[in-house]
């Protein structure tokens, strides 16, 4: 793929912001890599693929996501040890990399645990491989960029943190830049090559530039006084460790550089920051606090970083996702003097207890509470033989199955089923040179044997029981835990996983939806879920064990949580004998006996709390929260049901 | 092998934003292919492999596993590349292929791996080619892609972005070119498409089922007819059939010289941004697939029809612009800018 044409760099449009982020990649592989964000199609890629012809002679290495870690890090050369019986080191792509530029496209997608491999040799500039029989180290200096879509989830605090620099790609809004943009597509398209020739001279002049400031850059002259500024732009941005400073005057460093200079101004400085704060700056919680809920949300808007923290357990961050999972009652569509009588709302809810009494309309359709938000949910499942945690997805199962991405190889325990053969002939390679041949050119033994390790990055599935009672039906209340549940399905809809839901009320419990991969359909769903009449929730109960018990069945490697929203007070009966109560914690029992992992959110509220949700939950093994205390929970997480 | 007798395209009843759809990806392969919704029985494989069946041969590089175009030397193979320099690039034709992508297909068959055979007899490191590799310059077909497992999607994507697959992978470190159209087919009901791989998809169609009598009659006699025999039966389309490759063809060469007003580029971006589409995607589509379509009609001026009929096959699963949010396009509103 050596004559491959790629859209000139200076015929960009616009995105000068990602393009100068770029350049000062290319001078100065010590700002610690380059991410750069944005939504679909504005052109991240082709930017970053446009780079070529300006690092020639060095080159954009391409690091494929579904990469093996032979390849990523090195491993034994095979063709070597086969034919000529020596044990050499074959390099990977972080070896090759060395002096070049590595370049991963939808970084967020690659398994977090490659990235943060990649990203500390990254830092240390050494790669280290212990693998098949060779013992090898080397040193790897280059420069990391990474594109991502936060609509796919993003990368956690921690590994945000490693790159020197975050750039956000911009969606142009402008005609006539749009016009251009098309007309040159549209150009390259058809000719690429006159497209490439008429920048040609743009392109001559940006690389020389560019190779005068890696000239430059050894001999950059750094003031006392900048490191200094540098400090202080650090320590008001509420950085947390020493990696910003470093980041910021690297980043200054090359600033100066292509502008031609051998020292450092402030106004490096200041342009540096754009590009290395942004990313890693931290609030301090006083100032949090004065912000009001809609700054709150355009922030969460306008920083994808910020969103997603699904796996920052103790990060620093944590003060954060309290602020946003502020209580949720101060916020939704009713004014605030409603809110302040809210006390005496609840005392009308509890009437709603007694059949006789009740006043509360029979059908409701809340609308969701869109500004509820809640804690990261973190799904804790702990280590077992199926399942382990990690991986940007919930849950990473490995199955006997052939099924999933082939990640690594490994010694098998018994019987092989899934060979892998490269790894098996790595293996057997530096021995054939004791081995008697057999005509082939190579004779494997059966310690050569290894068999694949295969990842299938699966969403949970997830099962949403309702209580759509009347005692749910006053309006905010049906609207925060509406708002609670849409929550957990936007969380669903990035991880992928698989929903269903029923809802139970009057004498019974109804499956509205299916388990299916559907999110959308979930969220048609509850937010046309009415709410009244009595709460039959033991039925519930019963319907939600019958649909997973049916799930696992079919498949054995799920493990499917349910999700139970309710304030307990079950009051409509199964059969007349039984008190609905007791029936109730019955079922919740077999839930526990048949080890369904479960989350119990109370959504009781009143003077007087029976606390009957929290008897359930215990009954059940599940996990317990109340939805008023969400707030004061820096995660929501579930931990496997284990049953007696 | 004898070569297996395909249902004629002229043949099929109705679908005819379907067909349209098909037809405009192969008169312009860059337009980033097409993603049919809809039920189950309702043509749309049929019509696809039927398709490429009329398709007029192209030249590919003789022995070239990757199908490379001797004339297009921007997206030779390694070995055509060494080829070329050596002067003696073998040329051949071949039809357009439909490669298919079962759901169930595993990683190494898509992207290719090492070649195990060589490796064992020779101790010689070699790539084998997947899925990919086949597909480069044809037609590749994914039935319900919304199934696919994720990270054969990500490989999918990957190379639909770039045009090429990379590979590092088992032992082998390769890259060679795939671009090719992509089909995908979905039921909606059965799970969403992942926004990124919609976003890919140049243009999208919904299918249905005829609901008219007549037609739906019409569809079941020419099925019979083509079973009871089937030579008979495409024999008798012979001529539509012919008509419609040599449109199809006229096309090919007529659509590297439309060209379009400045005025209609003007409507197009003002399009795109009033309706807050992301990146440029849109309005890039709508306005070559506008040009494919006055290509197809014999015209070398796009018109503002052209784009009417272009940015409903291209917008509608552009709209969606966060998760839970209704997709649909208001379509008054683009008639509103459009006319402006």
């Given amino acids: 793929?050596?004559?491959?044409?790629?859209?000139?760099?200076?015929?960009?449009?616009?995105?000068?912001?990602?393009?100068?982020?770029?350049?000062?990649?290319?001078?100065?592989?010590?700002?610690?890599?380059?991410?750069?964000?944005?939504?679909?199609?504005?052109?991240?890629?082709?930017?970053?693929?446009?780079?070529?012809?300006?690092?020639?002679?060095?080159?954009?290495?391409?690091?494929?996501?579904?990469?093996?870690?032979?390849?990523?890090?090195?491993?034994?050369?095979?063709?070597?040890?086969?034919?000529?019986?020596?044990?050499?080191?074959?390099?990977?792509?972080?070896?090759?990399?060395?002096?070049?530029?590595?370049?991963?496209?939808?970084?967020?997608?690659?398994?977090?645990?490659?990235?943060?491999?990649?990203?500390?040799?990254?830092?240390e500039g050494i790669n280290r491989v212990e693998r098949e029989s060779v013992s090898y180290e080397e040193q790897t200096v280059f420069s990391l960029i990474g594109t991502m879509n936060a609509d796919n989830g993003t990368l956690s605090n921690q590994l945000l943190d490693r790159f020197g620099m975050y750039v956000e790609s911009e969606n142009i809004q402008d005609v006539e830049q749009r016009k251009e943009i098309i007309r040159r597509t549209l150009e390259f398209q058809i000719n690429p090559a006159r497209l490439i020739d008429s920048y040609s001279q743009e392109t001559t002049e940006l690389k020389q530039k560019l190779t005068k400031a890696v000239e430059i850059l050894p001999r950059m002259q750094l003031s006392e006084a900048m490191l200094i500024l540098a400090a202080q732009m650090c320590a008001q941005a509420f950085c947390a460790g020493h990696r910003a400073e470093l980041f910021l005057l690297e980043t200054a460093?090359?600033?100066?550089?292509?502008?031609?200079?051998?020292?450092?101004?402030?106004?490096?400085?200041?342009?540096?920051?754009?590009?290395?704060?942004?990313?890693?700056?931290?609030?301090?919680?006083?100032?949090?606090?004065?912000?009001?809920?809609?700054?709150?949300?355009?922030?969460?808007?306008?920083?994808?970083?910020?969103?997603?923290?699904?796996?920052?357990?103790?990060?620093?961050?944590?003060?954060?996702?309290?602020?946003?999972?502020?209580?949720?009652?101060?916020?939704?569509?009713?004014?605030?003097?409603e809110d302040s009588s809210s006390e005496g709302e609840s005392k009308d809810n509890d009437t709603n207890e007694f059949p006789s009494n009740n006043k509360a309309p029979e059908e409701l359709i809340a609308a969701i509470n869109n500004s509820f938000k809640i804690p990261n949910l973190v799904l804790d499942l702990g280590k077992s033989s199926q399942i382990k945690r990690g991986s940007g997805k919930r849950s990473i199962t490995r199955t006997d199955l052939k099924q999933g991405r082939y990640v690594r190889a490994e010694q098998p325990q018994g019987k092989v089923e899934d060979l892998a053969f490269d790894a098996t002939i790595r293996a057997a390679a530096p021995f054939q040179s004791l081995r008697p041949s057999n005509g082939c050119a190579l004779t494997l033994y059966n310690e050569d044997l290894r068999q694949k390790v295969r990842e299938k990055r699966i969403g949970n599935t997830f099962l949403f029981a309702v209580d759509a009672s009347g005692s749910m039906g006053a309006r905010e209340r049906m609207g925060a835990v509406k708002g609670a549940i849409h929550c957990m399905l936007q969380e669903a809809y990035q991880k992928r996983d698989r929903v269903g839901m029923l809802a139970f009320r009057r004498d019974k419990a109804e499956m509205l939806l299916p388990i299916t991969r559907s999110v959308d359909l979930a969220q048609r769903c509850l937010s046309q879920m009415p709410t009244g009449g009595k709460t039959p929730l033991a039925e519930g109960l019963a319907l939600a064990y019958s649909t997973l018990d049916r799930l696992v069945r079919a498949d054995q490697n799920l493990e499917p949580i349910l999700i139970l929203v309710t304030d307990g007070r079950a009051n409509s009966k199964l059969n007349d004998n039984e008190n609905p109560v007791e029936a109730a914690i019955k079922m919740a029992q077999y839930i526990r006996k048949a080890k369904i992992t479960a989350l119990v959110l109370d959504t009781e509220k009143g003077y007087v709390k029976l606390g009957l949700a929290k008897t359930i939950a215990r009954e059940m093994g599940a996990n317990y929260y109340h939805i008023d205390k969400l707030s004061q929970e820096n995660i929501l997480r579930i931990v496997r049901n284990i049953g007696d | 092998m004898k070569r297996v007798a395909v249902y004629p395209f002229t043949a099929i009843v109705g679908q005819e934003v379907m067909k349209l759809a098909l037809i405009l990806n192969v008169i312009n392969p860059a337009l980033g292919g097409v993603l049919i919704k809809g039920e189950k029985g309702t043509a749309k494989s049929t019509a696809v492999r039927a398709l490429a069946e009329l398709l007029p041969a192209m030249n590919i590089v003789a022995g070239c596993k990757y199908h490379c175009d001797p004339f297009d030397s921007n997206h030779y193979c390694d070995e055509c590349t060494e080829l070329a320099l050596k002067g003696e690039l073998p040329n051949t034709t071949a039809k357009m292929k439909v490669v298919e992508l079962p759901v169930s297909a595993t990683e190494d068959r898509v992207v290719g791996t090492l070649d195990i055979e060589q490796a064992i007899k020779k101790g010689e490191k070699k790539f084998e080619p997947g899925i990919l590799a086949l597909a480069n310059r044809n037609i590749l077909y994914v039935d319900e892609i919304n199934l696919l497992d994720d990270h054969v999607v990500d490989v999918l994507l990957d190379a639909a972005a770039m045009g090429v697959n990379t590979v590092e992978r088992e032992g082998v470190s390769y890259s060679h070119p795939a671009k090719f159209v992509l089909v995908g087919t979905m039921n909606p009901e059965e799970g969403d498409i992942r926004p990124q791989l919609l976003d890919r998809f140049g243009l999208s169609v919904v299918v249905t089922g005829e609901h008219e009598p007549a037609k739906r009659v019409e569809v079941i006699k020419r099925r019979l007819a083509y079973e009871l025999d089937a030579d008979s039966f495409i024999a008798r389309y012979e001529e539509e059939q012919k008509a419609l490759a040599e449109k199809i063809t006229v096309a090919q060469k007529l659509l590297p010289e439309v060209t379009f007003s400045d005025e209609l580029l003007t409507k197009v971006a003002q399009l795109a941004i009033e309706l807050g589409v992301d990146g440029h995607r849109a309005d890039i589509t709508v306005i070559k697939t506008a040009m494919t379509v006055a290509a197809y009609e014999g015209r070398k001026e796009t018109s503002l029809e052209d784009v009417k009929t272009a940015a409903k096959l291209v917008l509608p699963h552009r709209m969606r612009r966060r998760p839970f949010e209704e997709g649909t396009l208001d379509w008054d509103k683009v008639e509103s800018i459009l006319m402006a």
């Fill in chain 1, 253 to 337: 460093k090359a600033i100066a550089a292509i502008a031609g200079r051998c020292f450092v101004l402030p106004k490096d400085l200041e342009a540096a920051a754009v590009y290395v704060l942004p990313h890693r700056m931290r609030k301090p919680p006083e100032e949090a606090q004065e912000e009001t809920p809609d700054e709150k949300q355009n922030n969460e808007e306008n920083n994808p970083q910020e969103q997603d923290n699904s796996e920052d357990v103790d990060g620093n961050s944590d003060d954060e996702i309290q602020e946003n999972a502020a209580p949720p009652l101060d916020m939704p569509n009713n004014t605030s003097s």
């Fill in chain 1, 1 to 123: 793929m050596r004559n491959y044409a790629y859209y000139p760099f200076t015929a960009i449009v616009g995105q000068e912001q990602v393009k100068q982020a770029l350049c000062i990649a290319m001078v100065n592989p010590k700002v610690g890599g380059l991410l750069i964000g944005g939504r679909p199609g504005t052109g991240k890629s082709v930017i970053v693929r446009s780079i070529r012809e300006l690092l020639n002679p060095r080159k954009l290495l391409n690091l494929p996501l579904n990469i093996t870690e032979d390849m990523l890090f090195g491993s034994i050369d095979m063709e070597k040890a086969l034919r000529f019986g020596v044990k050499q080191f074959s390099q990977g792509l972080l070896g090759k990399a060395n002096g070049q530029i590595l370049y991963i496209d939808d970084i967020n997608l690659l398994r977090p645990e490659l990235l943060s491999s990649i990203v500390n040799i990254q830092a």
